[in-house]
Every structure is written in structure tokens, then in C-alpha cells.
């Protein structure tokens, strides 16, 4: 952690026109858990409200436990927290607050992880997952055009059967949540767990004319990757960062415009990177990918939106141009209907245009 403090505080700061350019940057969110963005303060209230204990003192003892060695280390931490949320209104309090704070970073257009399991596992009924968030989503739609869809992720350290019952309990919801539930997610602790070990589920799930993302190349190896497109036929890559140790699947990746959904402040808080100059971001960028920027579990990792673009920004020396292309990407790779898409670019282009 010391490393990380070091690394941050001798970055040269961000010029305010540069920050405020950020700060109103029209953008699209397309990889962010919403059990993730459960803030410590709300996971204490919900603990209080649910007569749930924890094994920590204070909002602030809670938050000094958030140092993460890898991946796993804060898995192990957030599959916990998410035990406070029991009640349809927990799930539509964590999703506003996620709503409220988005909004304030010009987020567009999210689309929203939700991993059903962990609350199944608990005892906790699917539908009130559903019905909670799709609650607050479509609430932010009808007061304030706030656009959002749902991606069902499916924990990878269980089974490829379990995958399956979860798919069977969430089935009979999808025509009630045909607005939002568009598509099908893999994530969880990836080393170990290669996308072949759900290729059925996935096969399903595309035959059902979901759309599909899949968690690869955080911690696992590019192969993950090339398994998750190949096998699993996902559209877009969370991660991916590690593809760049294979320059064949670079090569791919750059010319079938593969979406990355990079997390920064993620890589650099779960040590995939141990300084955020070292980032690749910028190297995969300039080779062609369609990287875009993401917050993933912006409660665990320090930040929104606006602070993983700021963080890059001033770690990457990114220019106008480069975050423009990040922003630009993201809203190219929404699985909004193409009319809505081009709304937002055009949106993009007139913020561009105006500053
Ligand atoms: N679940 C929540 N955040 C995750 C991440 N960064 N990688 C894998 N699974 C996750
Ligand atoms: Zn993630």
C-alpha cells in the first residue's frame, strides 16, 4: 500500500481545465458490480437496519480493511458485505445511491453488473434482486432519462450447474425486466476458473439472444480471453489487460474492435498493476483497441468515473484527444439499439465541439 501512496503523490497534478474538461465529458459505464458500489456508510446503515453484526467497529475500521493483495483478497471481503442486503429496498437503496453518484460524474448510460448468487446463496429470493435495482433503474429513467440496463453475471468459483439453476430461477422474471435485462456476465475468481467451465450455460444463454460479456485477462492469462471469445462468444472483454502479453490476440483484439472494459483503479487497488503509470491502458489504446474506462467496485477501489479517468489522465499524461477516444469507445460499445447510441455520440460530439 505504501508503494501505491508513493506512486500516486509524485504524479504531477491534473490542470484544472483538464479536470473540469473530465468532469463534463459525457460517459458510459459498461463495468461496474452494483454490489461493489455499496459504501461503507450504508453497508453500517443496512447492517443496522437488518440487525446483520460486523466484525468491524466503525465506518473507518470497515474502510482501513480495504487493502488488497489480489483479486481474491477482496473478494473475500466484498462477498461479506454484501450479507447486509436482505430486503427489496436494500437493493433499491444501493442502486440510487450508485444512481445519485453516477450522475454526478455525467455518466450517460450504465450497464450494471448484479451477481445474484451471492444473495441466493443466502437465502435471499432472485426476485427481490431484480425488483429492487430494475426499482431505482427504471425510477432514474422516467425523472431524469438516466439509461441503464442489467447483466446477469454468473460467479465463476461455482459450478457450471449452478450456473444453470440460477439461469432457471431468473427466466420466468425476464419478461417483466425485458427493459432492462439484456444481457449475461462471468465473474468471480478467474484463475482457475476458465470461461470453458460455463461454455453450456453460455451456449444457452446465447441460443435465449442474450448478449454476452465474460470477466478475462484481470488475474488470468490471454488465453482466458481467446476462450471467452471463442468459446464462450462474448461481444465484450472486462479486463483484458493481460491480452497484451500475446500480440496475436492483440492483433485481433485491435482489428475486430473487441470492446475492453478497463478498471484502473481496480488494476492498481487489487495489484494487477503496482503503479498506475505502469498502466497499459494507454499501449492498448494506441494499438487499436477499443479500450474504454470503468470503476468496476468504485466503493472498494477508491472512485467513481470521473476519478479512473482523472487517475489515468494524470498517471498516463492523457490528452484531450485520448480521453475523447475513451469516452467515444464506451458509448460505441453500449448494447443500446443503434438510434440511442448515436444520441449519445452525438451528444459526445457536441460537448467536444463546445470545449
Ligand atoms: N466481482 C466484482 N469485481 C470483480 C472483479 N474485478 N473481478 C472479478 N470478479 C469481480
Ligand atoms: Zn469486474
Known amino acids: 500500500m505504501e508503494a501505491h501512496m508513493n506512486s500516486i503523490s509524485t504524479t504531477p497534478p491534473l490542470a484544472a481545465d483538464l479536470i473540469s474538461f473530465i468532469e463534463g465529458l459525457p460517459k458510459a459505464e459498461l ?20 440487525n446483520v453484526s460486523l466484525p468491524y467497529a466503525s465506518v473507518e475500521e470497515l474502510r482501513a480493511a480495504y487493502a488488497f493483495t489480489d483479486l481474491q483478497s477482496f473478494l473475500d471481503l466484498y462477498y461479506a458485505g454484501a450479507a447486509v442486503l436482505q430486503t427489496e429496498q436494500d437493493f433499491y437503496d444501493m442502486t440510487m445511491a450508485y444512481i445519485v453518484r453516477s450522475r454526478a460524474d455525467n455518466v450517460r448510460h450504465a450497464e450494471i453488473f448484479f451477481d445474484p448468487q451471492t444473495h441466493t446463496e443466502r437465502g435471499i429470493a432472485i426476485d427481490v434482486v431484480f425488483a429492487g435495482i430494475a426499482r431505482a433503474l427504471r ?29 432457471e430461477a431468473a427466466l420466468p422474471l425476464r419478461a417483466e425486466y425485458r427493459d432492462l435485462w439484456i444481457g449475461i456476465g462471468l465473474d468471480s475468481a ?19 439472444g442474450f448478449h454476452l460479456v465474460a470477466h478475462a485477462g484481470e488475474e488470468g492469462p490471454p488465453q482466458y480471453v481467446k476462450d471467452a471469445l471463442d468459446v464462450l462468444h462474448v461481444e465484450r472483454i472486462d479486463h483484458g489487460v493481460r491480452s497484451e502479453e500475446d500480440p496475436a ?7 475486430q474492435r473487441i470492446p475492453l472494459t478497463v478498471c484502473p483503479l481496480s488494476n492498481l487497488k487489487l495489484c494487477v498493476v503496482d503503479d498506475m503509470r505502469k498502466h497499459n491502458l494507454a499501449r492498448l489504446l494506441h494499438a487499436g483497441l477499443a479500450v474504454t474506462v470503468n470503476s468496476d467496485d468504485p466503493a472498494y477501489f477508491g472512485g467513481y468515473m470521473n476519478a479512473n479517468f482523472m487517475a489515468v489522465a494524470a498517471s498516463l499524461r492523457l490528452s484531450r484527444t485520448e480521453l475523447v477516444m475513451l469516452a467515444r469507445n464506451a458509448f460505441e460499445a453500449t448494447f443500446l439499439p443503434a438510434a440511442a447510441k448515436q444520441q449519445l455520440l452525438l451528444e459526445l460530439d457536441g460537448y467536444c465541439m463546445a470545449h
Open 190 to 208: 478467474e484463475r482457475g476458473n476458465p470461461p470453458e467451465k460455463f461454455a453450456r450455460v453460455f451456449a444457452r444463454c446465447r441460443e435465449l
Open 249 to 255: 490476440l492483440m492483433k485481433r483484439l485491435a482489428e
Open 139 to 167: 425510477e432514474a429513467r422516467e425523472r431524469h432519462g438516466f439509461s441503464s440496463a442489467i447483466i446477469m453475471s454468473f460467479l465463476r468459483h461455482l459450478s457450471e450447474e449452478d450456473a444453470f439453476a440460477t439461469l
Open 31 to 50: 463495468h461496474l458490480h452494483i454490489e461493489g458500489t455499496l459504501e461503507p456508510e450504508l453497508l453500517f446503515a443496512l447492517a443496522q437496519r437488518n
